[in-house]
């Protein structure tokens, strides 16, 4: 089903996880992707050849998404190699790595802000400027998380990260919606990615944790990729400044029991 023949996407953290999913799922759709990865070159490869296996165009690009140089050359080097970006999947981040405020380092706290929010808005920026150049319309989908409002102790990098991530897309929705340009998040909950390492090694682990979630069960990467394949295509061009949650009811939690 070609239902993005002829576009040109870009994902960021795409050599893994939701990442690598939404690549996989783009390209089965019909896009060409490029794949912006940071250090596992042989994984971004890898995903490369699953893209290519369905017939579509693939490239592997190295690059930090919080460098506004780094970003600029990926941009230039897509145009190049496979056209202009039209698709933007933002799945680049870091978790949040269970440390409590005061016991916080400033470079601890940089860095997850750069990675999961000031990238975003790096890559954002980048295409829509391509695209109002080229007056072409787009889609951007930002993977945020449940936590950008449930918030964690030992998160306040990474929830405050996810919560900016969300307004940057609500604001840049009023601001592109003239351009074409539609902009949306995917709040996932609990999924099965090398994120959430120990839930995939550790059965009892993965099962104290699913206790929680009331459809019973992790999520996988690929239902959160099928969601942004519809939100990068015409079925979903009336759809923007959403931020939607896939997490098996996971958030509903929250409250219950206090």
């Not at 990068?232 to 931020?243: F, L, M, V």
Request: glycine share 12%.
């Amino acid at each position: 089903m070609d239902v993005l023949e002829g576009r040109v996407a870009l994902v960021t953290g795409g050599e893994s996880g939701i990442g690598a999913a939404c690549a996989a799922a783009l390209a089965a759709a019909g896009a060409d992707v490029a794949i912006l990865y940071h250090q596992d070159a042989a994984a971004a490869e890898g995903v490369c050849a699953t893209v290519r296996a369905t017939g579509r165009r693939a490239i592997a690009l190295q690059a930090d998404v919080g460098c506004e140089d780094q970003v600029a050359g990926v941009f230039a080097s897509v145009l190049e190699k496979l056209g202009l970006v039209d698709l933007l999947v933002n799945s680049a981040g870091v978790n949040m790595r269970g440390v409590a405020v005061a016991d916080m380092d400033l470079d601890h706290w940089r860095q997850t802000i750069s990675t999961d929010l000031t990238g975003a808005f790096l890559t954002s920026r980048a295409l829509v400027r391509g695209l109002r150049e080229a007056g072409k319309p787009g889609r951007i989908v930002n993977i945020s998380s449940i936590h950008a409002t449930a918030v964690r102790e030992g998160g306040a990098d990474y929830c405050a990260a996810k919560a900016g991530l969300d307004n940057l897309t609500r604001t840049m929705a009023i601001e592109c919606a003239p351009l074409g340009i539609g902009v949306n998040a995917i709040a996932p909950g609990m999924v099965l990615t090398p994120m959430n390492a120990k839930a995939e090694r550790d059965p009892s682990y993965r099962a104290e944790a699913e206790k929680h979630i009331p459809w019973g069960r992790a999520g996988r990467p690929d239902e959160v990729a099928d969601l942004a394949v519809y939100l990068c295509s015409k079925r979903a061009e009336y759809i923007t400044g959403t931020i939607v949650t896939i997490d098996g009811g996971l958030i509903l939690e929250q409250a219950l029991g206090a």
